[in-house]
């Protein structure tokens, strides 16, 4: 019998006199102790579904149909029994953990409040059961962490705390709308493992939302796949992965098995010539950080060397903390090294030394970032056409029509069409986001760009969308790329050469396919085993 049923349920939100269907029709169900994913690319419905039948979304939507807990349809529960559900019934692990997370308030009392709310409890006993609750999800030394600030968290540290507010109370149905998303495979896989160890131990019912059906294969039971609002296909997870029904879920079929089947991967076409000469060199860089309360510094690169030839994409990967951003920032000149260098074309330009970094124009137009968050690196104030015309203006002395020219030109170079221009960032997907934060990087013709988690945040498709554009782009302009990931499948996909890092030490480096397939250090292999998928074959 089922313990939460969705039937018919639609979804229309009304803004400024428009009325927009965002669910139409969405029925599903999930049974005690069975896990159920909804998978879907970025804007299906999976998210807005699963608020609306909780009774999450705001007065403008419109939801229509029936969401069931056990006999109570929590539709059309009063306000106060549906806030007594919702948290000792149903507990909710959200995609962003710093953003649902109160800076300002401990781990600890935050998790607390999730226990306060629905019980009456003395103080002594609540600090032991958070501590207890924050050992069982894997958090080391609960008794000191708990007094943390999440700040003080890594993001898998974060997404474990918001796993521990989730089961404070035992609740028979956990809800986890995109739990792993943006986290490094080795922490990925580890959050997994405990949903999944957590739903053995108390015989949980969980509903996992993704956009990677590599991530569910690993854990669920069934699966709903949805696209533009409706549920197209629903089976069981061994029916999807060998039979799958819909076209659209073949889709998302092949690019999860891009991304665990390595072994498939051939080198990407219109590499870069192995004689290319070399772009980027740095060389012995060492980075440290003085923080308050500590008197030894932290330590967050140790004697990282790494070349970028012309023309070539190479990926730097590694676990989250292991100082690949801290590398990314070095080589974009936004940070100064504590020792080494960095050269353009055999030119230092990045050094140990005092106050901000100060480049040359030629130098500081010859290297662009796109950062991971192209909404927090977006202007929401501007629109896309003042976004790209930037470069321009500052940096060229074009009249406004030649500018107005380049950005059109530019847009359709990145595949967008040209009503975004008139756009603000809020107005466009993640997708579209993310192509005007590399049109803006690109604008100028970069030497290299580096791209720093730039598909962390995109559904599959979208991601598959990005990567061909970053390889036409390098076919194109010449351009180089640095890479960031915690993907390994889309570094397989994309680079030639890959550098591994752990804890600020590169352990391993060379072509992608020799690295992948013949891993020589235990830590490549240990994040090569972690592909979600991998093992389970999807």
């Known amino acids: 019998m089922a313990l939460f049923s969705v039937e018919d349920l639609s979804v229309t939100f009304r ?13 599903f169900a999930v049974e005690p102790g069975r896990t159920l994913a909804i998978v879907g690319e970025s804007g299906s419905g999976k998210s807005v579904s699963l608020l609306a039948a909780t009774g999450l979304l705001p007065e403008t939507a419109e939801v229509r149909g029936s969401a069931r807990f056990r006999e109570a349809d929590l539709l059309r529960l009063p306000r106060a029994r549906l806030r007594a559900v919702r948290g000792r019934h149903i507990g909710f692990v959200f995609q962003d953990p710093l953003s649902n997370l109160h800076p300002l308030k401990t781990i600890g009392a935050q998790i607390g409040e999730a226990i306060t709310a629905h019980e009456r409890i003395g103080r002594a006993a609540l600090r032991r059961r958070v501590i207890d609750l924050l050992a069982e999800v894997g958090i080391d030394d609960p008794e000191r ?3 943390d600030h999440p700040h003080r968290f890594s993001g898998g540290m974060r997404q474990r705390a918001m796993i521990a507010m989730a089961i404070a109370l035992r609740p028979e149905l956990i809800i986890a709308d995109e739990p792993t998303t943006a986290l490094d495979v080795t922490v990925q896989a580890a959050i997994l493992r405990l949903l999944r160890r957590l739903q053995e131990r108390y015989g949980t019912a969980l509903i996992l939302v993704s956009h990677d059906l590599a991530v569910v294969s690993e854990i669920a039971d069934d699966v709903a796949v949805m696209r533009g609002g409706e549920i197209v296909e629903i089976a069981p997870i ?3 992965t060998t039979a799958p029904g819909h076209p659209y879920t073949r889709e998302l079929l092949g690019a999860a098995r891009r991304g665990a089947a390595l072994a498939d991967v051939a080198e990407p076409p219109a ?8 772009l980027l060199a740095a060389t012995g860089l060492h980075m440290a950080y003085r923080r308050r309360g500590r008197k030894d510094p932290v330590t967050a690169l140790t004697g990282v060397s790494l070349e970028v030839r012309e023309g070539e994409i190479v990926g730097l990967v590694g676990e989250s903390g292991s100082g690949k951003s801290t590398l990314g920032r070095i080589v974009a000149g936004l940070l100064r090294p504590t020792a080494g260098t960095v050269a353009l074309r055999d030119e230092v330009y990045n050094a140990p030394g005092r106050g901000p970094l100060r480049l040359r124009r030629d130098l500081r137009t010859a290297i662009q970032v796109v950062f991971q968050d192209p909404y927090g690196s977006l202007n929401p104030r501007r629109t896309v056409a003042a976004t790209l015309a930037e ?47 590399i049109a803006r990087a690109v604008a100028l013709r970069p030497a290299l760009v580096v791209a720093d988690e730039p598909l962390s945040a995109l559904d599959i498709t979208t991601q598959a969308q990005i990567v061909a554009l970053i390889r036409r782009l390098r076919a194109e302009l010449g351009t180089s790329f640095l890479f960031i990931s915690h993907d390994l499948g889309v570094v397989a996909e994309l680079c030639e050469r890959v550098v591994v890092l752990r804890r600020g030490r590169v352990v391993e480096a060379g072509p992608v396919r020799r690295v992948f397939h013949d891993p020589q250090h235990p830590y490549t292999r240990e994040l090569l085993d972690s592909i979600p998928g991998r093992v389970a074959r999807v």
């Open 391 to 437: 470069p321009y203006v500052v940096n060229t002395g074009l009249t406004a029509a030649e500018i107005r020219d380049r950005v059109e030109a530019l847009v359709r170079r990145v595949e967008l069409p040209p009503a975004v221009l008139h756009r603000f960032p809020a107005q466009l997907s993640g997708g579209q986001r993310q192509r005007v934060a």
């Open 238 to 240: 061994a029916e999807i």
């Open 145 to 147: 962490r708990i007094d």
């Open 271 to 278: 590499a870069a010539p192995r004689e290319a000469r070399p």
């Open 15 to 27: 803004r400024r006199g428009r009325v927009t269907a965002a669910v139409r029709g969405v029925s």
